[in-house]
């Protein structure tokens, strides 16, 4: 960010100095929220969660050079060389800064919001553009009101584009976040069923996801999932260019003659001669790769520079993330789940075909709400289509799962949670198998992965 005084961020953020100010303070560049990576010189938020309180630890930050920190509350002993900045809220404060951060980059700030496939859409957007342009990406899941502020902070000024990330599960948190952002480009890679306890229904998940608009300068581009008419009607309001992308042929930009393997996703621009190779997995890569294609034609990148920063394009972990351990292949795609993207990694694991068994181990789906029975009812209805060899169910929600799929009992294996799964699933496992790993992070299904891993690679 450009460096700001202490002066300034006390003004950003609406705080008051608890310390005076040192008059030989140079300005600040680096925001820092977690104690344990300070740079010398650089501004300490101590946040509070469930489970920790930063406010723990200013004097480490303090020893580890840093010169100021946002605080809630003072300590009892002042700290040597740590000047103090008071807040009634350190997040909102964290926002703020922020904020006004943002003011100063001159590259495109793109945003990306969705139910399913923000975080490997971000990746496939910085695989279009990096080949010619130079810019970031937010790190790993970085979506909320801390993540896109530890997004746009560090994004140099001169960089041509920042990429930020924006989740929600309740209403109202995607308009902060376009708020803080201001984004020249918004995405909306696709709206499902997910956190209907705060978002209510699919119809609130629509709402809730096409509020990016409202932060949106009104001269940019919004690149949108076209499939969902219901989604299009959400954002009609919008007033800059749209760009609609998807399976179907009255899109913009379609993709066709899609051909998935364990090797990657290939296909056909618009049915033309172009053909785009992405080394990752899953048909619904191909989709999310037409945001990112509209994206880097609208900043002038030129085509062939695109199809060949997509043909590099990297994924993040725990996404279709593809591993060989002892003979079995492993598709971890554990990092979240709802009905859209449980149904496509099993349409992925579907289309490829193993050397022996298709294993799928399949865990809860979180934050259904009164809904949650019949949505994992439905999926393992479609489990039961998909050519499974085996299926492995874990948790409580999960053996709906396997009540409904309709195969042969001693097909169907049930533990109550990951670590029983652990424990047992790497045993029976045979040499060819191809398994996919799927459930909602609170599950913890990358237990089974590494159990898996460990044990068969011995």
Known sequence: MKPLTLIEIRQAVGGRALTPVPAEAKPIGVVSTDSRQIAPGSLFVALRGDKFDGHQFLARAAADEAVAAIVERAPTELIAGLHLIGVADSRQALGRLAATARKSLRGKVIAVAGSNGKTGTKHLIHAAL????????????????????????????????????????????????????????????????????????????????????????????????GDDQELLASVSSFRGRRITFGFNPSNDLFATDIECGIDGVRFRLNNSRLIINIPLLGKHTAVNALAAIAIARRLGVAEEAVVAGLAKATGPEMRLQHTEAGGVTIINDAYNANPNSMRAALETLAGLKPRTRRVAILGDMLELGESSEQYHREIGQFAGSCGLGVLACVGENAQHIAKAVGMSADCVMRYPDAQAAADDVPKWLNDGDLVLLKGSRGIQLELVARAIGQRLSQ
Request: net charge negative; proline share 6%.
């Open 130 to 225: 990096s080949p010619k342009m130079r810019g970031t990406v937010s790190p790993k899941s970085f979506n909320n009101d801390v993540g896109v502020p530890l997004t746009l902070l560090p994004a140099e000024p001169s960089q041509d584009y920042v990429v930020v990330e924006m989740g929600t599960n309740h209403r109202g948190e995607i308009r902060a976040l376009t708020k803080m952002a201001l984004p020249d480009i918004g995405v909306i890679t696709n709206c499902g069923v997910e956190h209907l306890a705060g978002l209510g229904d699919l119809a609130g998940v629509r709402i809730e996801n096409a509020t990016i608009t409202e932060g949106m300068n009104e001269k940019g581009l919004l690149v949108v999932n």
